[in-house]
């Protein structure tokens, strides 16, 4: 096949991650069937435009299909990790059927998918929107977060978090709303933690109520473990 309609393809490495990030190029991810190489992909997906599209706008990136569907592991924050920097990105991106074509952004974000290979102009419709659609979901979750900042600073913890929840649970990474969203929690955990730490230190009488009390405030984030540790430690277990 000429040169000039062949894709310019990459590997899924922090490399090629890095180089997307710099250049904010949008990220087109192709699932191969098993035993197909780059140039059964080329077969698939080629053209003078499709091969323009990889050189100048997006980061084409194949990434071999894994059916192993065994859960990750689990870290216990509810905080996203990056779908497109883990060990199986077929089972996080919930690819059910190859060849499949993701179009995402730098971070990895998934925004539309084809199982059918898409044409050049196709592709460079998706690729065009990925920047409006980033703009998109991070004021959403801006404005989750204004409303979990307004909460925390009416110390009402639990609303807060509920906000923080519902942008973890988009599940997108890298957006600066997101990231902000990220060490308000964090910052929120670490004096909670500190909280149990003073606790375990002083012995207060009502150090197991108020252990408790927090328990139902912070269920479902990581200092659920440490204040299950610091009861048992007060009830001398």
């Known amino acids: 096949m000429p040169e000039e309609k062949r894709p310019v393809w990459e590997k899924p490495d922090n490399k090629t991650l890095e180089k997307a990030a710099k250049d904010k190029k949008a990220v087109v991810l192709f699932f191969l069937e098993e035993g197909m190489d780059a140039t059964g992909a080329t077969k698939l997906l080629n053209g003078e435009d499709i091969s323009k599209l990889s050189k100048e706008k997006a980061v084409f990136i194949l990434i071999e299909y894994n059916n192993d569907r065994t859960p990750s592991l689990d870290t216990g924050t509810p905080i996203p990790s990056s779908k497109l920097s883990s060990p ?7 690819i059910t059927t190859v060849p499949a074509w993701l179009v995402c952004d730098y971070h990895g974000n998934e925004y539309s998918r084809f199982t ?5 102009k196709q592709l460079a419709t998706k690729v065009d929107e990925v920047k409006d659609a980033m703009e998109i979901v991070n ?5 989750n977060l204004d409303e979990a900042n307004k909460l925390l600073e009416a110390k009402d913890t639990v609303g807060f ?13 890298g957006l600066s709303a997101q990231e902000d969203t990220i060490r ?9 933690r500190q909280e149990v730490d003073t606790i375990l230190a002083d012995k207060p009488k009502d150090g197991e109520k108020r252990l408790k009390d927090m328990q139902k405030t912070y269920k479902g984030t990581e200092l659920t473990k440490d204040i299950n540790d610091a009861l048992q430690i007060l009830k001398g277990k």
């Open 88 to 94: 199986n990105p077929s089972r996080d991106y919930n």
């Open 116 to 120: 059918r290979a898409p044409d050049g």
């Open 139 to 143: 004021k959403r979750l801006q404005k």
């Open 161 to 173: 978090l509920k906000s923080v929840m519902k942008n973890f649970k988009e599940g997108v990474v």
């Open 184 to 192: 308000a929690y964090r910052s929120t955990l670490d004096k909670a």
